[in-house]
């Protein structure tokens, strides 16, 4: 990606690029020290299999597209929980099913309750940016959500909710088998890792999910970062752990 473009998803971010006086241009892609290596316990149980997800092709799923179509029809008639009364219409997902990166929110807003497709609006142009920045396009990249019904309101999703939904993008994610799942914003995170633990604590490290042990990466909400733009210079931080991790895997050889 050429330095000019790259610059203009970092000002989209919100992220100021320290530029050496000495230098003729700046260095946007300098190598930055790590701070939080992949977590001990992840490296002690599950990093073979990171590995091995990373690096080995995808098996091929018999009749995919009919289990795409039979998932996509179960979610728009799906009644498991009030929010079907609520809402206009189900959110599945989109994207390439065949995606080395899945990127993992929260819920529909109104504008995707609307439109039936997830992060769009402010929100979505923020985090296209966030993709672009890594250099991976949106259409790259497979995107859906915790719930695929709005909750009144934006409120958090209740318990019952979350149990009722999850079972779908289980099913996406299987179909997928993604080689990194992005979890974007607390509730993501916390429910697909099934802990309580804040944000703050869960960055910066690998985590796994699933039985394949996918490995997960958090960051924070594009929303929230909208609130927050100060947090946007730790989300940037994220992207680049995600993304030097991912290559770093991938291009490992045996």
């Known amino acids: 990606m050429q330095a000019s473009r790259r610059q203009q998803y970092l000002d989209a971010l919100g992220v100021d690029v320290w530029v050496s006086r000495r230098a003729p241009s700046p260095v946007i892609d300098e190598p930055v020290a790590r701070a939080i290596e992949v977590a001990p316990v992840a490296a002690s149980t599950a990093a073979p299999v990171v590995v091995n997800i990373l690096r080995s092709p995808k098996p091929q799923v018999p009749n995919c597209e009919a289990l795409w179509s039979a998932l996509k029809a179960e979610v728009a008639q799906c009644t498991k929980c009030g929010l079907h009364a609520t809402r206009k219409q189900g959110v599945f997902g989109v994207g390439d099913k065949q995606a080395d990166w899945m990127v993992i929110g929260e819920a529909p807003g109104a504008e995707e309750d609307r439109r039936g497709e997830p992060f769009v609006g402010a929100a979505g142009q923020l985090l296209n940016a966030m993709l672009k920045a890594i250099g991976l396009a949106r259409e790259s990249v497979y995107i859906a959500n915790i719930l695929k019904s709005r909750p009144p309101g934006n409120r958090d999703p209740q318990p019952d909710e979350v149990a009722a939904c999850f079972p779908y993008l289980n099913r996406q994610i299987a179909l997928i088998r993604p ?76």
Do not use: C, M
């Open 179 to 254: 080689k990194l799942i992005l979890a974007v914003g607390r509730i993501a995170v916390q429910n697909l890792l099934g802990t309580t633990a804040p944000l703050g604590r869960l960055r910066g490290q690998v985590h796994t999910f699933g039985e394949l042990g996918t490995p997960l990466i958090a960051t924070y909400h594009p929303a929230y970062l909208l609130r927050s733009p100060g947090e946007k210079r730790k989300a940037w931080e994220d992207l680049k752990f995600a993304r030097d991790f991912f290559n770093r895997q991938v291009q490992q050889v045996p």
